[in-house]
């Protein structure tokens, strides 16, 4: 299935999302990597395998394989790190600020893939999760490297937009 064929899936109530996923996919704050790079590591961080596998497919004309399993990794790494530093954050005890993560993290960059990248893909998977540790850190870090605001927010309406297509498509399944 492709995404032309999950929009054209896309029940009337969710003209709105059609909208916002063709304004998200066209736009031009984004370099192709980085647009494709969050919308894959967003979709496999939404757990709905009818988007994932639109998007992967589809993420194969515009990344190469490298950087789609860099995306998938940032992915993988942040389902950690969301749950971890969100919940040491919800706890509400300071103390648990000043015990070490100790969380392996092996994959940290690959050759082709600048820092910034797999920061936005960071900030757009750490909002699906709602992990604002993780949200702050990343901005941060983006923000050091000269990243404007208005190409962060780019992925975070990326990542709002692909959340709300696995949603809708998901919720569409199980009633249909």
């Not at 940032?74 to 070490?100: C, T, W």
């Not at 605001?149 to 780019?154: G, L």
Request: proline share 3%; hydrophobic share 45%.
């Amino acid at each position: 299935m492709s995404i032309s064929a999950l929009k054209a899936a896309l029940p009337p109530y969710a003209r709105d999302l059609e909208l916002n996923l063709d304004s998200v996919l066209t736009g031009d704050l984004l370099t192709e990597q980085q647009l494709w790079g969050t919308v894959l590591a967003c979709a496999m961080t939404t757990r709905s395998a009818l988007v994932l596998r639109a998007v992967a497919a589809e993420a194969d004309d515009h990344l190469k394989p490298e950087v789609a399993e860099t995306a998938k990794a940032v992915a993988s790494r942040m389902a950690i790190h969301n749950v971890y530093f969100r919940a040491k954050h919800l706890i509400g005890d300071e103390a648990y600020q000043h015990l070490p993560a100790r969380l392996r993290r092996q994959v940290t960059s690959t050759p082709g893939v600048p820092m910034v990248d797999s920061e936005l893909w960071s900030v757009a998977v750490s909002a699906i999760t709602g992990c604002g540790v993780c949200l702050e850190s990343h901005e941060r870090s983006l923000h050091g490297a000269g990243v404007s605001r208005e190409v962060v927010d780019e992925v975070l309406r990326a990542a709002a937009v692909v959340h709300a297509l696995a949603v809708t498509l998901d919720t569409e399944a199980a009633l249909g």
